[in-house]
Every structure is written in C-alpha cells, then in structure tokens.
Antibody, heavy 120, light 109 residues
Framework: QVQLVESGGGVVQPGGSLRISCTAS????????MHWVRQAPGKGLEWVSF?????????YYADSVKGRFTISKDRSKNALYLQMNSLRPEDTAVYYC????????????WGQGTLVTVSP | QSALTQPRSVSGSPGQSVTISCTGT?????????VSWYQQHPGTAPKLMIY???KRPSGVPDRFSASKSGNTASLTISGLQAEDEADYYC?????????FGGGTTLTVL
C-alpha cells in the first residue's frame, strides 16, 4: 500500500539550510505529482511546493518560499526532497509530503510529517 | 496568494447536518474545479475528504458532500458523528499555486 515517510527535520539557525526527505513505497514518485505542505505550531495548513509527474518535472512554489526552497525527486531512492535555504523563524513548522491524486492538485496520501525548527 | 476564508468554528449535535463555507475569488475557486477538502484530527496528518469540488475518495462516507457556486465552495456533513469532530480545511488551485483556507473547527456537541 502507499506509504510516505518524512525525515530530516531538526533545529537550524536563521539563515541556515536543511534538506528534508520523503521516502515513498507502494508507488513510484517519478510517476506522480508530489506536494510539500507545512503547518506552523498551532496554525493552519500552508501549501509550500508541488512537482509535476510528467517528463518535465515542473516545479511550483508558494510566494513565501520562492527563491529559497527547491523541490526535487530521486528515482533511484523513490524519494522526494525539499532543499530549504536562507531559513527564517517563520519557516518553523511540521512539513508534510503528499502524493497528488493525478491531475487534481489534491493530496490523497500524506506522510506523518517532520518538524523543522528555525531558532538561534 | 491570499488564503481562502472559512468560519473559525461550527458545531452541531449528533445526527444533525453542518455546512462549512469556503470563500475565495475569481482567481481560485471561481476559476477552477480543483477544490479539495481535508479533515485533520489533532496530532495527525490531514486526510483527503473531497477532491475536484465534489468527488469522494474511496472509503470516505457519503455523509460528506460538497459543492461550489461562484467563488464559494461548501462542505456538508450530514448525520454528524462524534468522530467527525476535527479541523477542516478547504484548498483550491490558483494558477501555478495552491491556497488553503484558514481552517474550521467542527465541534460535535
């Protein structure tokens, strides 16, 4: 069955970098659109990024992270990544990866999340 | 990329129906039929309840229904049950990005 497991979260200083991962099983990430969504402590959900499933692997970003974050996939590891640079305290959140339900922009399977804390 | 507008909270008694509204603009909900709804219980990941405005993934009870009119989407939960108590988020594609609503807390009295 489909399963997503995020990892790589932790504490990082403002201005620092971190790469979080999402390892998939039960499907092939390169054949699926994939999202990153985050949730700051006690707050609502915020969409972060999407990478498409077609050959072009087109990337989309929220304005709040554009130019700082990069989404990517690794076929050999069947994984999704989010490279986060120039981190700010407001990036502190639980980061979820989600598999897109094919051409719907809806996430039908979600991981359990990984916590990223940006603090001095 | 302004957030969609949802009521902060709604409530209902077991067996009743409640409707949660989600108001956007002509650039998001009004322009596309990529509206989804998610349910989130405390400490857990969101769960997809509705996609493409009114479609239910397999396993979601038919007590959950949704619609869209103009720039506003709505989620209706009929025959409320205790386990429906959760946060609900609407979500819409908006030309190369996605916007979420602020979330609505449903309390089952």
């Amino acid at each position: 069955q489909v399963q997503l497991v995020e990892s790589g979260g932790g504490v990082v200083q403002p201005g620092g970098s971190l790469r979080i991962s999402c390892t998939a099983s039960g499907f092939t990430v390169t054949n699926s659109g994939m999202h990153w969504v985050r949730q700051a402590p006690g707050k609502g959900l915020e969409w972060v990024s999407f990478i498409s499933y077609d050959g072009g692997n087109q990337e989309y970003y929220a304005d709040s992270v554009k130019g700082r974050f990069t989404i990517s996939k690794d076929r050999s590891k069947n994984a999704l990544y989010l490279q986060m640079n120039s981190l700010r305290p407001e990036d502190t959140a639980v980061y979820y990866c989600a598999k897109d339900r094919g051409n719907t922009w809806a996430g039908d399977y979600w991981g359990q999340g990984t916590l990223v804390t940006v603090s001095p | 990329q302004s957030a969609l507008t949802q009521p902060r909270s709604v409530s209902g008694s077991p067996g009743q129906s409640v409707t949660i509204s989600c108001t956007g603009t002509s650039s998001d909900i009004g322009a596309y039929n990529y509206v989804s709804w998610y349910q989130q219980h405390p400490g857990t990941a969101p769960k997809l309840m509705i996609y493409d405005v009114n479609k239910r993934p397999s396993g979601v009870p038919d007590r959950f229904s949704a619609s869209k009119s103009g720039n506003t989407a709505s989620l209706t939960i009929s025959g409320l049950q205790a386990e429906d108590e959760a946060d609900y988020y609407c979500y819409s594609y908006a030309h190369n990005c996605v916007v979420f609503g602020g979330g609505t807390t449903l309390t089952v009295l």
